[in-house]
């Protein structure tokens, strides 16, 4: 399985350490929170800049797997907000970050940022219309980068706005793009769903509405750190012979983030070997 790190978990050390520790651990990518490349927002870096991160992260033997928490610089992004200005700002950012996408090697862009997709009180059926034409003009974008946009269902705690696979398919289906379908997040899943993680991923796997997968415990720690059993997911994803990336993000890192790191892969691997072993008795 292809394991990435997401970078937040170390973002207080530059891009080539992180690197270099995500490899040394094991793990076969980064994906990227671009905040925390840039607090302006990804305009704010030229070519030769991602060239260079690019580069700096692939000389470790990984690559960039992705992005993820697109919206989150600059300041001020809404895929809801009525204000044309703000629409015209994020639009522009959303077309800058598949750019990055594409130019750092990454293979998928994760729509969560659940900060900038809130309802109103009052106007929420316009709010999610201007959700869905940002999701087009995504869509249309990343159809041009030929890099997949994925929503990203969440937890209602975090958002009143795609809390679960069957919303995301619907604004999915509505888009009808190539390059524009959903994920999962083991965190969020357990919690708003009401089928297993498992089933899901039979259920929406094959039919290509999941694309990518994020490992994260409900307790917002790392997998193996709570207690949603990581075993059967890794089986199913075996069994369906899953090529795609599979992203750790915890939010709490006990005991710091790098130790957190640590344990997330060595679980996830040792999960890998014992799947297999079930699998084929």
């Not at 070519?47 to 992260?57: G, N």
């Not at 809801?80 to 750092?104: G, H, N, Y």
């Not at 309802?119 to 974008?141: C, I, M, S, V």
């Not at 694309?211 to 790392?222: A, E, M």
Request: proline share 6%; with cysteine.
């Amino acid at each position: 399985m292809k394991i990435s790190l997401c970078n937040e978990v170390i973002r207080e050390w530059e891009i080539d350490r992180q690197a270099g520790f995500a490899a040394e651990l094991g793990y076969d990518g980064l994906e990227i929170a671009p905040f925390t490349l840039n607090a302006h927002g990804p305009s704010a870096l030229d070519a030769d800049a991602l060239a260079k991160i690019r580069s700096t992260v692939e000389a470790e033997g990984i690559s960039v797997s992705g992005l993820h928490w697109l919206l989150v610089a600059p300041d001020g992004l809404s895929i809801t907000e009525a204000d044309p200005a703000t629409q015209q700002r994020t639009k522009q950012t959303i077309d800058a970050l598949v750019s990055m996408c594409a130019a750092l090697g990454g293979s998928y862009l994760i729509h969560g940022s659940p900060a900038q997709r809130v309802l109103p009180d009052r106007g929420t059926e316009a709010a999610r219309a201007r959700a869905l034409d940002h999701f087009r003009h995504a869509a249309n974008a990343a159809n041009s980068a030929k890099v997949h946009y994925l929503v990203e269902p969440l937890s209602s705690a975090q958002t009143a706005y795609v809390n679960t696979l069957a919303d995301a398919a619907a604004i999915v289906s509505a888009v009808d793009q190539p390059y524009f379908s959903a994920m999962i997040d083991c965190c969020s899943a357990a919690q708003a769903e009401s089928t297993s993680i498992p089933d899901l991923l039979s259920q929406h796997l094959p039919g290509g509405l999941i694309r990518h997968v994020h490992f994260n415990d409900p307790n917002l720690r790392g997998p193996g750190q709570g207690d949603l059993d990581f075993l059967p997911i890794v089986e199913r994803l075996l069994e369906l012979n899953y090529d795609g990336w599979i992203g750790v993000e915890p939010f709490d890192y006990v005991p710091d983030g790098p130790a957190s790191a640590a344990r997330a892969i060595g679980t996830i691997r040792a999960l890998e070997e014992a799947a297999k072993t079930r699998n084929a008795s």
